[in-house]
């Protein structure tokens, strides 16, 4: 892969992520009460679900997988469901945000990044769409594959961090102020992100 072609897709990969998705809505929500260190894992999770389903873009699913409307619809409506469920449960909670005295566990956090990303199983088909656009066949496959995705996940693990930093700053900052509005604030951030994902048919996330 030349170098041109990668700056022409790194650009598209940015593009791509400017407008936030819903994963980066779930890491503002969990920064905010969980704090920026913990919240990682939430991004964690995200890149791992992302990884999958750029390995099954990769290994020919995505042709299957369009025929699977029915599969997609149940796999994406769990999904939001969990997600307002979450936002739900934190907006009506009686515990205050950063000093929460039962924060999620990483394991949590980390769960609820992989799920939310992975409740759109059509990333499949937008990653089968967009590798083959700057992918070489006259080149070997493998290396490229793995060009492509690292730079991906970078790109997409350091828009999640910004966008984690920014959220916990906010938070430390108003904590004396609005302390007792942050899990409504949070939890309302579920419920946009549940938002974007049922309206999305195409997702980044």
């Not at 796999?75 to 739900?88: D, Q």
């Not at 907006?91 to 956090?109: A, H, V």
Request: charged fraction near 10%.
């Amino acid at each position: 892969m030349s170098i041109e072609v990668w700056l022409v897709y790194f650009g598209t990969v940015l593009a791509f992520m400017f407008p936030p998705g819903a994963s980066h809505i779930l890491m503002l929500s969990n920064s905010i009460v969980n704090g920026f260190k913990k919240s990682i894992a939430t991004a964690c999770g995200d890149l791992s679900a992302n990884f999958l389903q750029m390995t099954a873009a990769s290994i020919g699913l995505a042709a299957s997988l369009r025929s699977s409307q029915q599969i997609f619809e149940v796999i994406k409506w769990a999904g939001v469901a969990y997600l307002i469920y979450s936002g739900l449960r934190l907006f009506f909670s009686n515990q205050s945000g950063l000093k929460n005295t039962s924060p999620r566990s990483i394991r949590s956090l980390y769960w609820q990044g992989f799920i939310t990303s992975a409740s759109n199983p059509k990333a499949i088909i937008f990653f089968a769409a967009l590798f083959p656009q700057f992918i070489s066949t006259s080149q070997p496959l493998l290396p490229q594959f793995i060009v492509l995705s690292i730079t991906y996940l970078v790109v997409d693990g350091l828009f999640l961090c910004f966008y984690g930093k920014s959220a916990a700053s906010f938070a430390k900052k108003f904590q004396s102020r609005i302390g007792h509005y942050f899990n409504k604030i949070s939890g309302s951030l579920l419920i946009a992100a549940a938002i974007l994902l049922g309206l999305k048919n195409i997702d980044k996330d």
